[in-house]
């Protein structure tokens, strides 16, 4: 094998056998929205910190984060700069001289992610073949990452004998031995967006950033994700379009923490408003939210407890929140809630999937959807899209927000079923459509 044949190497610290980092948000003396990266010993090695967008942000900037090692100095910079690709340079933000290597992303669905990484300078050798690759499932929190057929590093989530699911807020890093810097083998592995929300429980979301200041965030139904088909479909073609999207799971579904329970509507309002507060921190402008099912319901709700969003779609959402309770618990679900104190819901196996209390029957039941309709602001754009079909939710419910609601669009989907299964593609159509024409009506009013 001559020399353009072995692994490329870059200058740092070597390891005779794998070296274990574990990856947390909650690792002692590590700041508030930082990842700290520590050894077995419990002693922080690295963190990523996020770096504000500053006030003069606009469409050709780059989104950054900062590695740093245990003393706090500057070892990369991350700069995000498009849909598909971002660049690593040597030192601190502003450093975008000493380029140490470049990523495209060649591959993204719900189940796998491909990155392939290229060095730059002298560790650069063939520009048209990557130096490295990156394969993996953002879900699992497992990703390898290869130097040829040779295996360099591999993440994987952090299971104990008694869990059958492992939360995902903490995830391990083994890095085997080999030539490789550690820093940037921990470079190439932070790419998630976490936000807390009101409790202190960590929000996870998929952020598909085309570099626009606005963002469009998306809201799963009822025991969903933001790995919904009808989610991720849509953030990407938003994101094609050049327009951002940030999708994630509330609290207690998905990959975030919580308890799921069977109301938690005004739960969900507050996380929704823990993600618009994150990106107003960022200098980034939330223009429509987006709910499916419930998730319609959800961000109804919002606008009509903050009027400052101006533009919502309700993407069959469920009108009296009354109904559709029957069908899940049963026709004597008030009773027997009555005199039991709750109901196991359980799928066809017999296995146990959600418990309903009084408590949580009574928040869904108490809320009062076409009162909140009727409070949301008067210059807030809503639009509702239904399928005619729809074996979940009547389509009638859409009329009748369309009755209530006074600035406002209708949309029926012709023969689609609630999940939209077989028209994806007219949905997507349908709110782009919506999303544009609330960006050049922004556009307008600016100039």
């Known amino acids: 094998m001559d020399d353009s044949d072995s692994p490329p190497v870059v200058q740092g610290a070597a390891s005779l056998i794998p070296v274990d980092l574990f990856v947390s948000k909650k690792h002692p003396g590590v700041p508030p929205g930082d990842l700290g990266f520590a050894d077995s010993s419990g002693d922080i090695l690295f963190r990523v910190a996020r770096v504000p967008a500053s006030r003069d942000w606009n469409t050709s900037a780059s989104r950054k984060k900062l590695l740093l090692d ?14 598909r690709s971002w660049k690593g340079f040597e030192g601190g933000e502003d450093a975008e001289k000493d380029m140490i290597f470049r990523v495209k992303r060649t591959v993204s669905t719900l189940c796998r992610t491909e990155l392939e990484v290229f060095l730059t300078g002298q560790n650069s050798g063939d520009q048209s073949k990557p130096d490295f690759k990156v394969k993996g499932c953002c879900f699992q929190r497992s990703c390898t990452i290869y130097s040829g057929d040779s295996i360099v590093a591999q993440t994987s ?35 998630r967006v976490i936000i807390p ?31 919904h088909r009808a989610m991720v479909n849509l953030a990407t073609t938003l994101e094609k379009e050049g327009i951002t999207a940030f999708r994630f799971d509330f609290s207690g579904n998905g990959e975030s923490e919580g308890s799921f329970a069977f109301g938690n509507y005004k739960k969900e309002v507050d996380d929704l408003r823990s993600v618009v507060e994150h990106f107003a921190a960022e200098n980034r402008v939330v223009t429509v939210m987006l709910g499916h099912s419930r998730g319609g319901g959800v961000v109804l709700l919002y606008a009509s407890k903050f009027h400052s969003i101006r533009a919502v779609v309700n993407t069959s959402g469920r009108y009296d929140l009354k109904s559709g309770i029957k069908e899940r618990l049963g026709e004597d679900f008030l009773e027997r809630i009555k005199r039991e104190g709750f109901i196991d819901v359980k799928n066809r196996a017999g296995e146990v999937k959600f418990r309903v209390t009084e408590a949580d029957l009574m928040d869904r039941m108490n809320i009062n959807m076409h009162k909140a309709c009727q409070q949301i602001d008067k210059d807030c754009r809503v639009l509702t899209i239904h399928g005619s079909a729809d074996e979940v939710i009547p389509v009638g419910d859409a009329y009748k927000f369309a009755k209530i609601i006074p600035n406002h669009e209708l949309h029926i989907v012709e023969g689609a079923d609630h999940g939209y299964k077989l028209h994806q593609a007219e949905l997507a159509s349908a709110v782009l459509q919506f999303v544009k024409s609330i960006l050049t009506q922004d556009t307008g009013a600016g100039t």
Request: aromatic share 4%; net charge positive.
């Open 197 to 227: 929300n009101k409790d202190g429980e960590k929000l996870v979301g998929v952020l598909h950033d085309s570099g626009s200041k606005e963002i469009v965030i998306l809201c799963h139904g009822f025991q969903c994700s933001k790995d």
């Open 70 to 83: 245990s003393s706090g100095s500057h070892l990369i910079s991350l700069h995000r700069l498009d849909k």
């Open 157 to 191: 989530l952090m299971y104990k004998l008694h869990q059958i699911h492992a939360r995902r807020n903490k995830f391990r890093l083994t890095i085997f031995p080999g030539s490789i810097d550690h820093a940037l083998v921990v470079a190439l592995v932070v790419q």
